[in-house]
């Protein structure tokens, strides 16, 4: 398999189903590529971000284990877009590397490249050959970051305000998957477009 004939990038706002979908895919025969948990392996103790985001931010954005502080510095970058660009500037080009080098080992049917900031930021244009989007209304999406993070609607909403809109997100996508209307409604649609996918996969390397 060559993603670079083939693949997925999958995105949608906080709290859309992005995991949920990815593992359903996976679970098919997917090879899934998730730029958060890159991200979280860049900034764990000992990991290749850490240097810089403290060279940039200072120790007190490290935690006694060598870790980032993932809580201090997401209430940094909220509240100051400059302070935001710094850490994307950090953090996407490596995680983007760690991404591509993943794809490039996988074994999977096809791959998907899971990635919140696809349509938001230029250095994720082009991550995947077609853009599949999962989308709820913002409503709901707020109300499962509440309960799922212990947020404020006002915290939750600060993040979304970072995301691309909800239109500009559907006038990129060529696939959408609709996480409102139950689990057994989005399996069905995984399943449509898995085998749709695997088929274009392996049409793509004949």
């Known amino acids: 398999m060559n993603y670079k004939n083939f693949s997925i990038g999958l995105t ?20 899934v590529v998730d730029a958060d948990e890159v991200a979280r392996n860049l900034t764990a103790p000992g990991g290749e971000g850490i240097g810089p985001i403290r060279k940039e931010f200072g120790s007190q954005f ?12 997401r ?27 993943q794809a490039q080992e996988a074994k999977g049917d096809y791959v998907i490249f899971v990635n919140p ?26 109300s499962r970051v509440m309960r799922r993070n212990n947020m ?3 915290q939750v909403r600060a993040i979304m305000a970072t995301q691309a809109s909800r239109e500009k997100r559907l006038s990129m996508a060529d696939d959408v998957i609709e996480n409102d209307r139950g689990i057994d409604e989005v399996a069905r ?3 449509y477009l898995h085998a749709a996918y695997k088929k274009l996969a392996e ?4």
């Open 62 to 73: 490290i935690r006694p284990d060598g870790a980032m502080d993932r809580a201090m510095m």
């Open 75 to 101: 209430e940094h970058v909220f509240s100051d877009a400059r302070e935001r660009l710094k850490l994307e500037a950090i953090l996407h080009p490596l995680i983007r590397d760690v991404s591509l080098r």
């Open 117 to 142: 900031l696809l349509v938001e930021l230029p250095i994720w244009h082009g991550m995947g050959t077609r853009v599949l989007v999962v989308d709820c209304p913002e409503e709901l999406q707020v």
């Open 203 to 206: 049409n793509s390397a004949s």
């Open 189 to 191: 649609k995984v399943e």
């Open 152 to 154: 404020s609607a006002e």
């Open 12 to 31: 949608g706002g906080i709290g859309s189903g992005k995991t949920l979908v990815a593992n359903m895919f996976a679970d098919l025969g997917a090879s």
